[in-house]
């Protein structure tokens, strides 16, 4: 289990209104109800309009509602992070997500289906992904934040963003046909690659 609050600390308030109306539609199907937009923002305590920003309909509100309880059992404990070695740090974070990624991989893939879709109906202004693994990635590079330019730590956080969870996965196995093992491979490979080449 996790021990990180994604409602605390670095995150913003549209981070902590989008996990409001997760756990909101989380309650009202424990409960046995089928959650439409606008009884998920009673739940939530959001008007119908700010639930409507975030989530167009209810298919991709439960989509992410599962993911996101699966991402809060992400097998990543802060506490047994290294305080210097960021190696340590961002491959404890990777076998973390990747875990999660395999573990939920077919309801990852319908999310992004209805993420990307949502994509081109709102000629690309839809703004569908939480963005959650920034979050850890800025816990797992916490070392060197204040070490590297401001460009370049930006440049690493991003290209972590990029080859961390279910996305690397997913592309390794459809793209290069890859099986699990040798996916997980690949991907470790390229982390530390990333690491050795940023973190000199």
């Given at each position: 289990?996790?021990?990180?609050?994604?409602?605390?600390?670095?995150?913003?308030?549209?981070?902590?209104?989008?996990?409001?109306?997760?756990?909101?539609?989380?309650?009202?199907?424990?409960?046995?109800?089928?959650?439409?937009?606008?009884?998920?923002?009673?739940?939530?305590?959001?008007?119908?309009?700010?639930?409507?920003?975030?989530?167009?309909?209810?298919?991709?509100?439960?989509?992410?509602?599962?993911?996101?309880?699966?991402?809060?059992?992400?097998?990543?404990d802060p506490s047994k992070l290294h305080p210097s070695d960021?190696?340590?740090?961002?491959?404890?974070?990777?076998?973390?997500?990747?875990?999660?990624?395999?573990?939920?991989?077919?309801?990852?893939?319908?999310?992004?289906?209805?993420?990307?879709?949502?994509?081109?109906?709102?000629?690309?202004?839809?703004?569908?992904?939480?963005?959650?693994?920034?979050?850890?990635?800025?816990?797992?590079?916490?070392?060197?934040?204040?070490?590297?330019?401001?460009?370049?730590?930006?440049?690493?956080?991003?290209?972590?963003?990029?080859?961390?969870?279910?996305?690397?996965?997913?592309?390794?196995?459809?793209?290069?046909?890859?099986?699990?093992?040798?996916?997980?491979?690949?991907?470790?490979?390229?982390?530390?690659?990333?690491?050795?080449?940023?973190?000199?």
């Amino acid at each position: 289990m996790s021990t990180f609050d994604l409602s605390k600390g670095r995150s913003k308030q549209k981070l902590r209104t989008r996990q409001q109306l997760l756990q909101a539609t989380r309650e009202l199907l424990d409960e046995g109800k089928v959650p439409s937009i606008e009884a998920v923002a009673e739940q939530a305590g959001v008007s119908r309009a700010t639930a409507y920003r975030y989530f167009a309909n209810t298919e991709k509100l439960v989509f992410e509602a599962g993911l996101d309880a699966a991402w809060h059992s992400l097998e990543f404990d802060p506490s047994k992070l290294h305080p210097s070695d960021v190696a340590q740090r961002v491959m404890h974070l990777h076998a973390a997500m990747w875990k999660n990624g395999r573990e939920t991989e077919p309801a990852f893939r319908r999310f992004l289906g209805s993420a990307l879709a949502e994509w081109v109906e709102t000629g690309g202004k839809s703004d569908s992904r939480g963005g959650r693994r920034l979050l850890l990635i800025d816990i797992a590079l916490e070392p060197v934040k204040e070490v590297l330019e401001y460009s370049e730590y930006n440049m690493l956080r991003h290209s972590l963003a990029g080859m961390l969870g279910a996305d690397m996965l997913v592309s390794l196995r459809d793209i290069c046909k890859l099986d699990y093992e040798e996916a997980e491979r690949t991907s470790r490979w390229a982390v530390m690659k990333l690491l050795e080449s940023a973190i000199r």
